[in-house]
């Protein structure tokens, strides 16, 4: 069999409940998708684009990730990767982290990113132009990060950090559009960091015209995301004004910081 070169992935954003993102990733033919919470997006995409569904990849159990699956199962007989210990719809292949996954040609690495729940995973895809993609589920979002449900504050910082070790171009897909009221919090941890100033109002740009702010890239989050700049002395400074009597231990900033997070 001839393998033709392959041509560039469409990577679309389809929105779904009040603010999840049905990543869809396709050749013009076939098509995979991350984290379906509901299948109607989905179909009504592949039956406009004449796309056949491939392959599911999910990060987590929770509904709204998975509540489309089975549909989607039946209609498609797409082929479902989730994470290894969590309650998910069968039939399900199960990854629990340092496994491939061959997406339309290319190799996606599954990431072992416990804290949002025990189980979750990611997906990164180093080989698709233009950039590198990452489908992060509910634990990196933009400005911010997936609540602790399952995790504890070590766990979730030791997988930001894997994440954060990403290369720059990465492009991250988060599954919520939580970017605004994230930046809000951002800024008040640091309200002099002039990339978070810069960014915020771009966001802000896009989604007064109704557009998504992701995905986002990894390069930026590192600028701008307190949670992945948990060790900057500016994020330090901003946290001691809540919680003047911080130690210097990096878990119990984190656990600091998303505390503070929890109840802004
Ligand atoms: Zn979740
Ligand atoms: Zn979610």
């Known amino acids: 069999m001839t393998v033709t070169a392959s041509s560039p992935l469409t990577l679309l954003a389809l929105p779904a409940f009040s603010d999840n993102y049905l990543w869809l990733l396709h050749d013009g033919r076939h098509a995979w998708v991350v984290d379906p919470g509901d299948a109607a997006p989905v179909r009504a995409c592949l039956d406009e684009q004449g796309l056949t569904l491939q ?11 998975t509540g489309g699956v089975q549909e989607l199962v039946q209609s498609t007989g797409a082929v479902v990767y989730g994470p290894a210990y969590e309650t998910l719809p069968e039939p ?14 290319h190799t996606f690495e599954v990431l072992d990113v416990p804290g949002h729940t025990a189980g979750h ?15 992060c ?11 602790l449900f399952e995790g504890t504050p070590a766990q979730m910082l030791d997988s930001l950090d894997r994440l954060s070790a990403l290369p720059d171009t990465t492009r991250v897909c988060c599954t919520h559009e939580y970017t605004l009221s994230n930046l809000r919090f951002a800024r008040a941890v640091e309200p002099d960091n002039a990339e978070l100033a810069a960014y915020a109002q771009h966001c802000e740009a896009l989604r007064a015209a109704g ?4 995905p986002s890239q990894l390069d930026l989050e590192r600028q701008i995301n307190p949670f992945l700049r948990s060790r900057t002395a500016s994020v330090r400074a901003g946290l001691k004004t809540q919680v003047p009597d911080l130690t210097d231990d990096d878990v119990a900033v984190f656990a600091a910081l998303r505390e503070w997070k929890n109840r802004f």
């Open 121 to 135: 995973i990611a997906y990164f895809g180093a080989s698709v132009a233009p950039a590198p993609l990452l489908f």
């Open 55 to 65: 392959g599911i990849l999910l990060t987590h159990h929770h509904a709204d990730h």
């Open 211 to 214: 557009q998504p702010t992701l």
């Open 92 to 105: 399900v292949h199960r990854l629990s982290g340092g496994e491939t996954v061959e997406v339309l040609g």
């Open 137 to 147: 589920g509910d634990t990196l979002f933009s400005g911010g990060c997936g609540r």
